[in-house]
T-cell receptor, first 112, second 116 residues
Framework: KAGVTQTPRYLIKTRGQQVTLSCSPISGHRSVSWYQQTPGQGLQFLFE???????NKGNFPGRFSGRQFSNSRSEMNVSTLELGDSALYLCASSLGGRTEAFFGQGTRLTVV | AQKVTQAQTEISVVEKEDVTLDCVYETRDTTYYLFWYKQPPSGELVFLIRRNSFDEQNEISGRYSWNFQKSTSSFNFTITASQVVDSAVYFCALSVADNYGQNFVFGPGTRLSVLP
């Protein structure tokens, strides 16, 4: 059974640009969540999608957005990149509810 | 508000030693779930164990065991006979049951180094 796949693995962007990250969940999983990991703030919840609907959102500015497609694949977008957006972005998929989530290897975004 | 604390920032042990990772959580909810995840250098978070707030039975799974005590809001994790491959960052996480989907609150993590 294939795991959670995130693309790309690494990205370097310039301040002010925008970026789109992609996540393909485990087959059959309809819940996809996104997390930002930085050395200073640790792992922080961005948002969660279930069957194409955003069900929960963390405390991040509106520059961070996401969507989920009918095949459960998800994308997150960050507009007007800032240096502080440099982080490892992790995607997690699950069956939903309080079940365990399975994470991808992440996309490491560097903003210069 | 929910919060997870892992007081141990870094731990070093010699291979075959037992090691316990501490986790203390805060929540006002009576229904919640606790998790342990491991993050090796490759970056992905690997699921280890899940426990719900109604089940304080402590179990052993292979070299892993956990001690869940609601009275002290602690959910400690023990690795028996540690191995070099256990070297990673370990995260304790809390998920509160509500109608708004899945949302983990993670602790800051404990970096475990197992030396040969």
């Amino acid at each position: 059974k294939a795991g959670v796949t995130q693309t790309p693995r690494y990205l370097i962007k310039t301040r002010g640009q925008q970026v789109t990250l992609s996540c393909s969940p485990i087959s059959g999983h309809r819940s996809v969540s996104w997390y930002q990991q930085t050395p200073g703030q640790g792992l922080q919840f961005l948002f969660e999608y279930f069957s194409e609907t955003q069900r929960n959102k963390g405390n991040f500015p509106g520059r961070f957005s996401g969507r989920q497609f009918s095949n459960s694949r998800s994308e997150m977008n960050v507009s007007t990149l800032e240096l502080g957006d440099s982080a490892l972005y992790l995607c997690a998929s699950s069956l939903g509810g309080r079940t365990e989530a399975f994470f991808g290897q992440g996309t490491r975004l560097t903003v210069v | 508000a929910q919060k997870v604390t892992q007081a141990q920032t870094e731990i070093s042990v010699v291979e075959k030693e037992d090691v316990t990772l501490d986790c203390v959580y805060e929540t006002r909810d009576t229904t919640y779930y606790l998790f342990w995840y491991k993050q090796p250098p490759s970056g992905e978070l690997v699921f280890l164990i899940r426990r719900n707030s109604f089940d304080e039975q402590n179990e052993i799974s292979g070299r892993y065991s956990w001690n869940f005590q609601k009275s002290t809001s602690s959910f400690n994790f023990t690795i028996t006979a540690s191995q070099v491959v256990d070297s990673a960052v370990y995260f304790c996480a809390l998920s509160v049951a509500d109608n708004y989907g899945q949302n983990f609150v993670f602790g800051p993590g404990t970096r475990l180094s197992v030396l040969p």
